[in-house]
């Protein structure tokens, strides 16, 4: 809560092009709830050097991660669009948490096993206290509700458990966030092995749909997605590469599963998979029109940029000031 107003935050990492995944489990839920609340949502830089980067990739996919907020629909005057390196309360929340978090906490943290097993030559620090960060988004802006996919559910039950010690302590400093996980597409799964999560990272580039392939690719991946041979459309744990794209299907086309599962009935494998194809190349196509014409306009970008990161600071130094003086921290001589 800031101001009087329920607050939501979420975020992204620059770490690939945004895949169909990220936006159906998360940015389509930012979408809906955005009317409702004050929003800040974040293009999350200091989580993304958890893993090694290159400098200018990073920049540049930074960028490109906050114009597709904007191009996805997402009005920069009325949201707070903005990179999480901009607000250096962020870093100064994140080092006060990491104080009142335990190792055993984190230790339990199962994106944090799977991506030190990933990346076994580097598992830095960072990596280790990605959900004290995170924790520190969140709290930050005394967050209402945090619209993520269900991956996340397990850093959101922690920065709640951080929140509630916090307070237990110093009284109530932080809003208790909530998760927000939409039912269908909180795990939307990869083409190619629709067992895994479909994810940005991935090095198969036929798994994941990425929001900036033109129509014939999507298509054409659709086509090629892993499915079982029997060609049959049944929506069930046992045709996992079915069930996926009714998914995303009922998704995209706003219908119910059981709607989807009639209309292709007696129809083959071939006809499901060029109608979803169809269907989410045509809404990608105005999102990247979008981005297109918001590249033609640097200096409107630059403006919202700076603009965003005045407004993040504003609410950002509130709450930290009240944190920095309940540890104990000296006031500041003005
Ligand atoms: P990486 O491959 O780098 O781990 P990612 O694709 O998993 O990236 P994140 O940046 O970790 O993406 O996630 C951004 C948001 O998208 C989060 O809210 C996350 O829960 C959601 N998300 C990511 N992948 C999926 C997916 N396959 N289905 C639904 N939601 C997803
Ligand atoms: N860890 C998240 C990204 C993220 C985030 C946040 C999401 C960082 N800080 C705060 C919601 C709220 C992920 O999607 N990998």
Redo the contacts with the bound molecule.
Sequence with gaps: MLDGKKTLF?G??A??NL?L??Y???LNNWLTLNEEYECFYCVVDLHSITIRQDPAELRKRARALLTLYIAAGLDPVKNCIYYQSHVSGHAELSWILNCFTYMGELNRMTQFKDKAAKHSDNINAGLFTYPVLMAADILLFQSDVV??????KQHLEIARDIAERFNGIYGNVFTIPEPYIGKV?????SLQEPSK??????ENVNASIYLMDDPDTVIRKFKRAVTDSDNQIIYTDDKPGIKNLIDIYSLTTNKTVEEVVKEFDGKGYGDFKMAVGETVASILKPIQDRVADLNKDKAYVDGIIKDNAEKANYYATKTLRKVQKKVGFPEKIR
């Design positions: 979420s992204m990492q770490t690939g895949t995944g990220n159906l489990g998360a619209p993520v996919g269900a991956d996340q597409g909180a795990k939307i799964m999560k479909m994810s940005k990272s991935d």
